[in-house]
């Protein structure tokens, strides 16, 4: 029950600080984005102190380890992925181009009887 208070605390203050963008609109925009910027911390903090807030912020720091030990391409093979990916994009899309106007030119020719 208390972790659900803690989640419904925290989305309060999180809608207040959305409310409270929108409705003080005169302000600098600066000032805004620093009291939804600063609403938004103070929403993690609270939610962080449940139990799912501590399951997540496990989960992020387990996602970040694995996420280190990930062997990343060099940039020459990168780079050849990616212009291997692009190529092979262009080549798709100029085969459906091709399909799209044949299929039209055979179903506007059947429609109209050209």
Same mark, same amino acid.
Do not use: C, N
């Given at each position: 029950? @208390?972790?659900? =208070? #803690? =989640?419904?605390?925290?989305?309060? /203050?999180?809608? !207040?600080?959305?409310?409270?963008? *929108?409705?003080?609109?005169?302000?600098?925009?600066?000032?805004?984005?620093?009291?939804?910027?600063?609403?938004?911390?103070?929403?993690?903090?609270?939610? !962080?102190? *449940?139990?799912?807030? #501590?399951? !997540?912020? #496990?989960?992020? *720091? $387990?996602? $970040?380890?694995?996420?280190? $030990?990930?062997?990343?391409?060099?940039?020459?093979?990168?780079?050849?992925?990616?212009?291997?990916?692009?190529?092979?994009?262009? /080549? @798709? *899309? =100029?085969?459906?181009?091709?399909?799209?106007?044949?299929?039209? #030119?055979?179903?506007?020719?059947?429609?109209?009887?050209?």
């Amino acid at each position: 029950m @208390a972790d659900k =208070l #803690k =989640l419904l605390i925290a989305f309060l /203050i999180l809608a !207040a600080g959305v409310f409270a963008f *929108s409705y003080f609109d005169q302000w600098l925009q600066v000032a805004r984005v620093g009291l939804i910027l600063t609403t938004v911390a103070v929403a993690i903090a609270v939610a !962080a102190t *449940s139990t799912q807030g #501590k399951e !997540a912020i #496990k989960f992020a *720091s $387990k996602a $970040k380890s694995e996420g280190q $030990k990930v062997v990343w391409p060099a940039r020459p093979e990168a780079t050849q992925i990616t212009l291997i990916v692009l190529a092979g994009a262009i /080549i @798709a *899309s =100029l085969f459906i181009w091709m399909a799209d106007s044949i299929l039209f #030119k055979v179903v506007y020719g059947l429609i109209l009887g050209a």
